[in-house]
Structure formats: C-alpha cells, structure tokens
C-alpha cells in the first residue's frame, strides 16, 4: 500500500511517504501503553481538556492551509473543506466543554445498598479512518477518546497522507504527550497485528462494508470491542405537500457535495407520483447547471473524484446499471478531463432485480424512484442493506414525523439534507455498521462503566 498524494484534479503526483515498519508501530504501542498507565490517562482530566481547547484555535487559526491540503489531496471544493475544517473545532471544543459532564458518575438505586457507576479509560484503541471527510473523520474518534484517555494509534487511507501528518502534527502541538494520537502509514496486515495485540482495546473504523467486516472479525476474534460507520444508501423522501423548490434545490446539494462522496450523501429519490415529473424536471436543471473545475476555484461547484480507481469504479457501476435495464435520464459518463471527474447524473426506472438497487453510488449519480403513496415510500425506503441516513420532504411535519420513526435507519432529518453536528449522534444499522460517534454516546463507546456498590443496611 503507497501513501502518496496524488491530485485529483489532474493525478499529478505531489508526494510519497514511506510506510511505517513493524518496528516503529511497536514502538508507537509502547508509547501509547506507557502513556495510558501513566497520570495523564487516569487523573489528568483538565489538562487533556485544556489541550482541546487549544486544539480547536490552532485548527481554527490554520485553516486555509488544512483546506487547501484537503482540497488538493482528495479534491474537496475549497468551501467545503474549509467548513470541514470549522467542524473539527467545534468537535474538539464540544467535548472540551462538555466531557466532565458526561464522564460524571451515574447513581443507581438499589436494595444492595449505594451505587453508582463510573467511565474510565479503557486503553488505547485502533482508529482507520476514510478519505472522504479526511480531518473530520480524525477528529471524531480523536477528541471524546482524547477527553476520555485512550490513546489512539491511527492508520488514515493511503491517499490522505498530508491531511493525516498536519492533523497529528496539530494535535502535537496543542500540548498532547507522545504516544495520545499516533499517525501510522501502515498495512492492512499491521493493522490486523494491532487489533491482535493485548495492549490495543478496540478499533473505531469508518469505511467500505469490506473493510468493516474484516477489520470486525479481527477485533471478535481477539475480544476486542469495534465501532463501525459503513457505507449508506441513503433515501431523500419527496412527499406531494412537500415545498418542491426548496426540496429540489436541497436535493441537488444533498448528491453532489463532495461530488456525491459522503456516506450520508441522498442516493435514492423517492418520489410521490403527484410531484415525481415537476421534481425530476428541475433537479435535471440543477444536476445540468453544475460548473466542473479545480476544487480550488471558488465558483467550480463539481470537483473531481478522489482517485481514478474511484472513477473506473463508478463509471463500471453506471455502464452495468444501464445494461440491466436502468434508465440514463443524464449524464453517464466520465468527462473528457485529465483529473478524475464524472458528469452529474441520474438514473430511472431501477428495478430490484438491478444490482444498482442495492448498490452505493459513490459519486454524482442519483437514483429516482417514483412511489404512490406513504406506505409504499417506507417499504422502498427499507428494501436496502443499509440504514445510515436519509431525508424526508413535507409541509406536514406530523406525517413526516410518522415517516421517521418507521424508516430503518440510525438517522432521519425532516426538510433537510442529513447533517451532522457535535452534539448529535451519528451511525447507522443493518450493513452501516453499529455504535455511535459525537454528542454523549460517542464519548462512552470505549469506556469502562464500572459499578461500584457500598453495601447499606438493606443489604444485609
């Protein structure tokens, strides 16, 4: 596996890293186990909190550098990478100002007399993390585990390798002892070697359903506790009493951000009939009125995919869907340019018997579906192996509420595209994978809540 940055815009070459060896992961292990046996893991609440504190003002006061590192290296709009940025912060300062709060012990009442429970560190924990969102993912599993004390050893994708080395280098310094968040270029293989390792406590993975089932069967193996965000093929909703120009204007942003890379990303319309011709007519003119350019030009509004396997990936996924029976309504083919872009486009009349109804388009590639009524939106809706996000459009936010709690799914946002925030929690079910990261939930994922009881009169 070759960490290098490569240019999306033009797969020009920038820069290559060596990998780490197995000495040096070693090495990293030592440092991160020393460090969670040491006071900073146990006792040093404050100070780790402090350190976030100054973590969330140095990213802050780098980023424009950290948003042209990560538009240039994954092709991330430039705007987009800098409210990327912006989130990161406000992760770190959310758990700074809140993670007291939510490690307080917890009192239960019981006949066997006072009891309560307490979060403690567990140790530290493997974190692989998605190019996609390439500071936002780190700092997900980097600022409750921080505020909590497990050090994390990370292994970043292979063609983020900048974002991950500025990211530690920040986190460096903030004010973080040696061994609290460690970058690692590293194997798959080495990362199996970790999780087999009695010093390594858990794994937090975000990435391709492939990549979670194996890195899950490793940690089961070994009894060690995993955390999971998949892959996601979310719904957008379109009911008939819906705003239709605000739905088809939130529905374009909601597919082609990132140009269309974001597991939350709206990849199946589903459409109310009343509404399906108005909706698909004005979200073609939107998908037609995107500008392809460099992510660095602020009036582009399509960037380039990641890599060109991700173009060859996706350019196979449409050229099959079509050949089983799907509609080309737009586009469906990579643009004649010498970076790693894809037309914006929208496929129709996607039987079940079509792979594409399963799959997840990771690009600009829309899907719409036309439906007759409620209950028919939330069967379609739930044929899917996977329940991440998804969106539904309404005036009636009772019948949109109704909607939400039947939708399979870890996340719904009503006349909004699915979102995200520290204080919500964020994951999914079925094939999207298990656990939560952000708010209060994400922080106790790799906690021991231990019980402790002082027997009382009634005990005895």
Not at 88 to 96: G, K, M, Q, T
Not at 267 to 281: N, P, W
Not at 322 to 339: D, F, I, M, R, S
Request: charged share 20%; hydrophobic share 40%.
């Amino acid at each position: 596996m070759a960490y290098q940055t490569v240019n999306p815009f033009n797969n020009q070459l920038i820069k290559e890293f060596d990998s780490h060896t197995d000495d040096q992961v070693e090495q990293a292990l030592v440092k991160a186990d020393a460090l969670y046996h040491s006071a900073w893991s146990q006792d040093d609440v404050e100070s780790r909190l402090a350190v976030l504190h100054k973590l969330a003002d140095l990213i802050e006061n780098n980023l424009e550098r950290l948003a042209k590192t990560a538009s240039e290296e994954m092709g991330k709009l430039i705007g987009q990478s800098r409210g990327e940025v912006t989130l990161c912060a406000s992760i770190a300062r959310y758990y700074a100002d809140n993670a007291q709060a939510f490690l307080a012990p917890v009192k239960y009442e019981s006949s066997l007399g006072e009891a309560w429970v307490e979060h403690h560190p567990v140790g530290p924990i493997v974190a692989v993390e998605p190019w996609n969102f390439p500071f936002y993912q780190l700092m997900r599993v980097l600022a409750p585990n921080y505020a909590v004390g497990n050090p994390v050893l990370a292994k970043h994708a292979s063609i983020v390798p900048q974002c991950a080395q500025a990211f530690a280098d920040l986190v460096r310094e903030a004010g973080a002892p040696e061994g609290a968040w460690t970058n690692l270029y590293i194997s798959q293989e080495q990362v199996a070697n970790l999780l087999a390792d009695a010093r390594i406590h858990g794994v937090a993975l975000t990435g391709s359903e492939g990549a979670g089932a194996s890195v899950a069967a490793q940690a089961a193996k070994h009894i060690k506790k995993s955390t999971l965000e998949l892959g996601g093929n979310d719904v957008f909703i379109v009911l008939d009493d819906c705003n239709l120009e605000q739905a088809v204007k939130v529905g374009a942003q909601a597919r082609l951000n990132n140009a269309g890379q974001v597991c939350t990303a709206a990849k199946r319309f589903i459409v109310h009939r009343a509404v399906s011709e108005a909706f698909l007519d004005k979200l073609t003119q939107h998908f037609q009125a995107v500008k392809i350019g460099s992510p660095l030009d602020e009036s582009t509004t399509l960037g380039p995919l990641s890599s060109k396997e991700a173009l060859e990936k996706l350019t196979e996924q449409v050229n099959q869907a079509v050949k089983q029976g799907a509609t080309l309504h737009l586009g469906g083919k990579p643009v004649n340019h010498e970076g790693n872009f894809y037309e914006a486009t929208i496929l129709t009349k996607i039987s079940r018997d079509n792979p594409a109804y399963f799959e997840e388009f990771f690009g600009p590639v829309a899907q719409v579906y036309v439906v007759d009524s409620d209950e028919a939106a939330v069967q379609l809706a739930n044929d899917s192996h996977y329940g991440l996000g998804g969106a539904i459009f309404s005036q009636d936010i009772a019948r949109a509420k109704r909607m939400a709690s039947r939708i399979e799914t870890g996340m719904v946002y009503i006349n909004s595209l699915t979102n995200t925030a520290p204080e919500l929690p964020f994951g999914g079910v079925k094939r999207s994978g298990y656990g939560r990261e952000l708010s209060d939930l994400g922080i106790k994922e790799f906690v021991n809540q231990k019980l402790i009881v002082v027997s009382g009169p009634s005990a005895k």
